[in-house]
C-alpha cells in the first residue's frame, strides 16, 4: 500500500496515490500508479472530479495542478517493461471501463498511458483520441509495426521514453525505434540523469527536436 501527503498529477508528473480515504468512486479497477487495491481508480477518478483546482480530498492529501494522467491499467505484464507496476493490476484493455472511469471524472481525463500489443488497445486508442484523452505508448513490448498500428489510430504520445520500453535493436527497432523516428509521436523523458543517461537524452533531442520531448519526473528519484 502506497500512501503519500501530497498528490501530483500535471503534465506528465505522477506520483503516488494514498488509497485510504473514502473519497467518491466505486469502479472496480486497478490504480493509476502503483500498489493499491482495485477500487482505487474509480476513488481517484472522484477526486479528480470533486477536486480539480486542488481541493483537499477527505483524508488531508491534496491535488493540486491537476491534469489528470492516468498510466495503466492497460499495460504490459512482461518484467521487461512492467517497471515498479505490479502485474496483479494490470489487464487487457476494456472499452466499458474507460467509459466508466471517464464518466466517473466527468471527461477530465487527459492522458493515458497504454501497450500497443495488447488485444484490443487499438481500439481503445482510437476511442480515446476521439474522446479527446492522449494515448501514450507506455510500459510496453510493441513491435516497430504495432506502435506505427497505434500512430495510425491516434496515439501521439511516449510515456517516459527509454523506461518500460524494449532498448533499441537494428533489426528490432520496437517502439523506442518507433518513438525515436515518427513525427507524430511526442516523447516524455526522465530527465534526472538516472533513468536516462545524458547521451541517451541527446540522442532522443537529436531524432526529436526539443519541441517534441517532454521532461517529466517520477515518484522514486
Not at 58 to 76: A, T
Not at 186 to 201: L, W, Y
Request: proline share 6%; aromatic share 2%.
Amino acid at each position: 500500500m502506497i500512501a503519500a501527503e501530497t498528490t501530483r498529477i500535471a503534465a506528465g508528473v505522477t506520483q503516488p496515490l494514498n488509497d485510504q480515504a473514502d473519497v467518491p468512486g466505486d469502479l472496480d479497477s486497478p490504480s493509476l500508479t502503483l500498489g493499491v487495491d482495485r477500487g482505487g481508480v474509480g476513488r481517484r477518478a472522484g477526486w479528480v472530479r470533486e477536486a480539480p483546482g486542488g481541493v483537499a480530498p477527505p483524508d488531508g492529501d491534496r491535488l493540486v495542478d491537476v491534469d489528470h494522467l492516468m498510466e495503466g491499467p492497460y499495460l504490459s505484464t512482461e518484467d521487461t517493461a512492467r517497471g515498479s507496476q505490479e502485474a496483479a493490476y494490470l489487464r487487457k484493455p476494456s472499452l466499458d471501463e474507460l467509459l466508466r472511469l471517464m464518466e466517473a471524472s466527468e471527461g477530465s481525463i487527459r492522458k493515458m498511458t497504454i501497450a500497443p500489443e495488447l488485444e484490443g488497445a487499438v481500439q481503445l486508442i482510437r476511442k480515446m483520441a476521439g474522446r479527446g484523452i492522449v494515448p501514450s505508448a507506455g510500459h510496453s513490448t510493441a513491435t516497430h509495426e504495432q506502435a506505427l498500428e497505434a500512430v495510425a489510430a491516434g496515439l501521439s504520445c511516449a510515456t517516459h521514453t527509454f523506461n518500460g520500453m524494449l532498448p533499441l535493436h537494428h533489426r528490432r527497432p520496437g517502439l523506442l525505434g518507433a518513438v525515436l523516428t515518427n513525427g507524430v509521436i511526442r516523447a516524455e523523458v526522465i530527465a534526472n540523469g538516472e533513468h536516462v543517461s545524458p547521451p541517451a537524452m541527446e540522442l532522443l533531442v537529436r531524432c526529436k527536436g526539443i519541441e517534441s520531448v517532454h521532461i517529466v519526473t517520477d515518484s522514486t528519484l
